[in-house]
């Protein structure tokens, strides 16, 4: 049990494009969803928490109209990365926490590796 | 301020010996303390966790890490390694009633088995 999925698994866009990453959990229910950038050697930075139908709560210094986070549902939240740059390229992951379980359970997506050419 | 080191960079150890990866944390309060294992180009995986009771944590794949609240420490080990342990490690903490239930992860410990 316990499983988190993202799509697409690896993305490649140009310059200026807009890049939606989903978040499922795929056998519980998620109040709480949160989302990781991981730049190559280097460990996870969170860039937001999100909580079901209400608005995400980003971290200093990552910016709300770049990454827009929607967490429409008890199991899907969503980044978009829009306008994406090169500088943008970077490995997302996903964790969520279950609704049942208390605070310390938190499960990992299999991340997705964007590429802004 | 909540924070994780994870002093060494990589790890090199032969298959068959033993193995450490270490951590050290800064937290007020009593920590809760994980280790997450993670190969190329996936998601973490749940090694183990520390949230009271015993200082000695057992967890998936035969890894096992100690709690050491004099030292701050939580030092991952396991007593023989195997090839398919190398990967990238993480130690990771979270503080008792922070609302916004954030975990701090450190740099990342990459672990070379050797056969």
């Known amino acids: 049990g316990a499983v988190v999925s993202q799509h697409p698994s690896r993305v490649i866009c140009k310059s200026g494009t807009s890049v939606k990453i989903e978040c499922r959990s795929l056998d519980f229910q998620a109040t709480t969803m949160f989302w990781y950038r991981q730049f190559p050697k280097q460990s996870l930075m969170l860039m937001a928490t999100s909580n079901e139908g209400s608005k995400a709560t980003y971290e200093q210094g990552v910016e709300k109209d770049k990454f827009l986070i929607n967490h429409a549902s008890l199991t899907l939240s969503t980044l978009t990365v829009t306008s994406a740059h090169p500088e943008d390229s970077s490995f997302y992951i996903c964790?969520?926490?279950?609704?049942?379980?208390?605070?310390?359970?938190?499960?990992f997506g299999p991340g997705t590796r964007l590429t802004v050419l | 301020a909540q924070s994780v080191a994870q002093p060494e960079d990589q790890v090199n150890v032969a298959e068959g010996n033993p193995l450490t990866v270490k951590c050290t944390y800064s937290?007020?309060?009593?920590?809760?303390l994980f280790w997450y294992v993670q190969y190329p180009n996936r998601g973490l995986q749940f090694l183990l966790k520390y949230i009271t009771g015993d200082n000695l944590v057992k967890g998936s794949y035969g890894f096992e890490a100690e709690f050491n609240k004099s030292q701050t420490s939580f030092h991952l080990k396991k007593p023989s390694a195997l090839v398919s342990d190398s990967a990238l490690y993480f130690c990771?903490?979270?503080?008792?009633?922070?609302?916004?239930?954030?975990?701090?992860f450190g740099a990342g410990t990459r672990l070379f088995v050797k056969a």
């Open positions: 990771a903490v979270r503080a008792p009633n922070t609302g916004g239930f954030k975990t701090i």
């Open positions: 964790s969520a926490r279950p609704a049942s379980g208390g605070n310390l359970e938190q499960f």
């Open positions: 937290v007020s309060g009593n920590p809760y």
